[in-house]
């Protein structure tokens, strides 16, 4: 059964600092899709970033990352140099391309807090 | 381009009361999806639909009903709701999986609806 677990639920830093927030998943499939997306405290749900289970490569974008490490299960994301705008919630999803009906399966969420 | 729209965002229920949530997108999406996000818990499937005149249940379908009449509309009916249907609903849709990975999800802003 497909699975994903968000271990952290409340992280608070301050700014500039860097900060992982943790995704750990479960699937029996070969062929699966990974995402992250961003909460503000508007209530939208932001896309972050996809991930196919055949690229494991390290992705960077501006001040974000992302570790896709298939032998841990697990897909982490780093913020480095944090910022106040970086307050949100943070969910981790997957989805498995043999099911065929698209459905996301979500983490319970990362609360992030930066501080000034 | 409107994306995904869902109707009312907000909404207060007595206990026993029905309402229906529209859900409309304009990208001819086939697949569609209903979720619930609870605090602690993340997003979980309501109901799901692979197409127009399909609906198919997901993890927590126990209350709700829904239907696909028109490619574009997925409504999600209450017939008695409950204080535990106090939540936050989105609505997303997406391509065939196939191709849904490449293009990934579009959710709706959310309706937050309060059972009394």
């Known amino acids: 059964a497909q699975k994903v677990t968000q271990a952290q639920t409340e992280i608070s830093v301050v700014e500039k600092e860097d900060v992982t927030l943790d995704c750990v998943y479960e699937?029996?499939?070969?062929?699966?899709?990974l995402f992250w997306y961003k909460q503000p405290p508007s209530g939208e749900l932001v896309f972050l970033i996809r991930?196919?289970?055949?690229?494991?490569q390290n992705e960077i974008s501006g001040r974000y990352s992302w570790n896709f490490q298939k032998s841990t299960s697990s897909f982490n994301f780093t913020i480095t140099a944090s910022q106040v705008v970086d307050s949100a919630v943070y969910f981790c999803?997957?989805?498995?391309?043999?099911?065929?009906?698209?459905?996301?399966?979500f983490g319970q969420g990362t609360t992030l807090q930066v501080k000034p | 381009n409107a994306g995904v729209t869902q109707t009312p965002k907000f909404r207060v229920l007595k206990t026993g009361q029905s309402m229906t949530l529209l859900c409309a997108q304009d990208m001819n999406h086939e697949y569609m999806y209903w979720y619930r996000q609870d605090p602690g818990m993340g997003l979980r499937l309501i109901h799901y639909s692979v197409g127009e005149g399909t609906t198919a249940k997901g993890e927590v379908p126990d209350g709700y009903n829904v239907s696909r009449l028109k490619k574009q509309n997925f409504l999600l009916g209450l017939e008695s709701a409950a204080p535990s249907q106090t939540s936050v609903y989105f609505c997303?849709?997406?391509?065939?999986?196939?191709?849904?990975?490449?293009?990934?999800?579009?959710f709706g802003s959310g309706t937050r609806l309060t059972v009394v």
């Open positions: 999803a997957l989805s498995e391309k043999g099911v065929n009906t698209g459905k996301l399966i």
């Open positions: 991930r196919n289970s055949f690229d494991e």
């Open positions: 997303a849709s997406s391509y065939r999986p196939e191709i849904s990975h490449s293009y990934g999800y579009t």
């Open positions: 699937t029996r499939d070969t062929t699966y899709y």
